[in-house]
């Protein structure tokens, strides 16, 4: 097992308050005034933007930005091609802004996912987001900007700022970096105009309505919308023209599986709900820079096991196709996702054309 994912498994036992033990506790201990000196950071550079002095600079088009509150996956990724795709239908010319590439100049996982997603969408990948604003104006035609992880980058102002919350893990464990995920304190959900609940099918209503309840407090001018991970097939990888096989084919045969995801608990939820029998699910630390011989071991523990196959998430595909020569002796599947939004789509889509002058 490699250190990042080590480290990664790590930390969700930090966070989980179920788990007990003396070594936790200490680190625990340890993590608390690192997240208190980051929470004092955070504090400041809030309080100055909020009284000018550190400024945001207007593009001079209008900016969608997407973001969360805490670290690791909410599923964001979807939403920002559905935004996109949604300018594209308005009769817009959108580009994505996103923070920066991978390794040696490559679009690293999420931007390529996103452009698989987006099609001939430009993405600009800039760490400065002024600088990335103006160069997808003045190159790109650009005449509106999805912001992509915007929340927190607050030099470039923002018409509408949609925040995604996690159904299945909503509030980073209650705690600030590195102790918890929160980026900021919860208080600051009240900068947003939108709040998206992700993976809602993934919990119970009576949880869903608990935390729509939680959410309505902590930012009450915010719209607040619902949305799920809709599965819609699984694509082989490894060889141009691969084949796209029903999503109903999960359900049949055992399956390994194996992930790199903020989130790997909604993977596994989303492949159980679909019916699929997970013979066993690898979990790698978030944004895992994978090896071939990893993806060996894993298809050889597939193959043992008399699986099917094996499934990953499409972030995940991304990085595995690179390393696949050829179409590997247990095949890779990746579950592809679409998003669904069930709850309050009239309004979020009303707050989004509102903010870029137009009429719902």
Not at 52 to 57: N, T
């Amino acid at each position: 097992m490699d250190t990042g994912t080590r480290i990664f498994r790590l930390h969700r036992k930090v966070m989980d308050p179920d788990r007990k033990g003396v070594a936790l506790a200490m680190l625990r201990g340890v993590l608390r005034p690192v997240a208190g000196a980051y929470g004092l950071i955070v504090w400041i550079r809030n309080v100055l933007y909020r009284g000018g002095l550190l400024k945001s600079h207007k593009a001079g088009v209008p900016v969608l930005s997407v973001g969360n509150i805490t670290a690791g996956g909410t599923g964001k990724t979807p939403l920002v091609a559905w935004l996109a795709r949604l300018m594209v239908i308005h009769r817009m010319r959108p580009v994505i802004l996103s923070r920066g590439y991978g390794k040696k100049g490559e679009l690293d996982d999420e931007n390529s996912l996103l452009a698989r997603l987006t099609g001939e969408i430009p993405i600009v990948a800039e760490p400065n987001r002024v600088r990335g604003a103006r160069r997808a104006i003045q190159q790109r035609g650009a005449d509106v900007l999805v912001l992509d992880d915007g929340f927190q980058h607050r030099r470039i102002a923002r018409d509408l700022d949609i925040v995604l919350i996690d159904a299945l893990r909503p509030f980073g464990g209650g705690h600030l970096l590195p102790r918890g995920l929160l980026r900021e304190p919860l208080s600051q959900l009240r900068r947003a105009d939108a709040l998206l609940l992700t993976r809602t099918a993934l919990v119970t209503p009576e949880r869903r309505d608990e935390l729509k309840e939680r959410l309505r407090k902590l930012a009450p001018r915010a719209c607040l919308a619902c949305c799920c991970a809709a599965p819609s097939g699984l694509r082989a990888l490894g060889g141009a023209g691969a084949a796209t096989q029903p999503v109903a084919s999960a359900m049949e045969g055992r399956w390994g599986a194996f992930c790199g995801i903020g989130n790997p608990e909604g993977f596994d939820l989303t492949l159980r709900q679909l019916g699929c029998d997970v013979a066993f699910l690898h979990v790698f630390a978030d944004h895992a820079d994978y090896k071939r011989r990893q993806i060996e071991a894993i298809t050889s523990r597939a193959r043992d096991a008399g699986c099917r196959g094996v499934i990953t998430t499409e972030k995940d595909a991304v990085k595995v196709e690179r390393l696949l020569e050829a179409p590997p002796p247990c095949p890779i599947y990746a579950l592809q996702i679409d998003l669904e939004i069930t709850e309050g789509s009239c309004e979020l889509t009303a707050a989004i054309l509102a903010a870029i002058g137009k009429r719902a």
